[in-house]
């Protein structure tokens, strides 16, 4: 049983480009959140998805990033217009439903330089 | 506001010795609590975990500790080994409908040989 697969491992985007994370979740998980670690940082939650649905984007910044889960194909991160500051790694966790289990299974994360 | 601490950035341990990983909390609507390992360049991986309704669990070499009154919980490791040199993460859900989780900054543990 695959764990959560993410691609890819490393991006490096110069200043004002996009970058695109994607996020396939473990097999039989319907729901999708993503974290981002700065440099000395812990996790911290942006975005929680389900299947064509954004249910809490709480912790995402307002602008430039957005996120989506569609009905086929993987949950993508997208970064528009990036900055130095957006430097991080991006994990994508993936899980059954909360009322069955709470435990997340995160994958081996994104590494994004951007120059 | 830092609503899940870990005070200790590192820790040194003897193998064989207990390693006790301390996670502090502020805030009472936190339900379920998670330890998570992370290597260089690796996702965290899932280690053990504790409902606010019970005070300790067990896993192999691996317990929890809950005290919610102190709003505190370690993690003790016995005994320790050089594989388990990693960072340690305490998470913490208030397991509302979107069960994101809260975590804390980690704790480097080293075990020596």
Redesign the interface.
């Known amino acids: 049983n695959a764990g959560v697969m993410q691609n890819p491992r490393h991006l490096v985007r110069r200043r004002g480009q996009e970058a695109r994370l994607r996020c396939s979740p473990m097999k039989g998980h319907s729901h999708v959140y993503w974290y981002r670690q700065l440099p000395e940082e812990g996790l911290k939650f942006m975005v929680y998805l389900q299947k064509e649905n954004i249910i809490d984007e709480s912790g995402m910044p307002k602008e430039r990033f957005s996120a989506e889960f569609p009905k086929e194909g993987p949950s993508i991160l997208r970064i528009q217009q990036v900055v130095r500051g957006d430097s991080a790694a991006y994990f994508c966790a993936s899980s059954p439903p909360y009322w069955a289990s709470y435990e997340q299974y995160f994958g081996p994360g994104t590494r994004l330089t951007v120059t | 506001d830092q609503q899940?601490k870990?005070n200790s950035p590192s820790l040194s341990v003897q193998e064989g010795r207990i390693s006790i990983l301390n996670c502090d909390y502020t805030n009472s609507m936190f339900d379920?609590f998670?330890w998570?390992k992370k290597y260089p360049?690796?996702?965290?991986?899932?280690l053990i975990?504790i409902s606010s309704i019970k005070d300790k669990n067990e896993d192999g070499r691996f317990t929890v500790f809950l005290n919610k009154s102190a709003k505190h919980l370690s993690l003790h490791i016995v005994p320790s080994q050089p594989g388990d040199s990693a960072v340690y993460?305490c998470?913490a859900?208030d397991?509302g409908?979107?069960?994101?989780?809260?975590?804390?900054?980690?704790t480097l543990l080293a075990v020596q040989p």
């Not at chain 2, 409908?97 to 980690?106: E, P, S, V």
């Open positions: 899940v870990q379920y998670l998570y360049a690796e996702g965290p991986t899932f975990s993460f998470a859900s397991g409908a979107t069960n994101k989780l809260i975590f804390g900054t980690g």
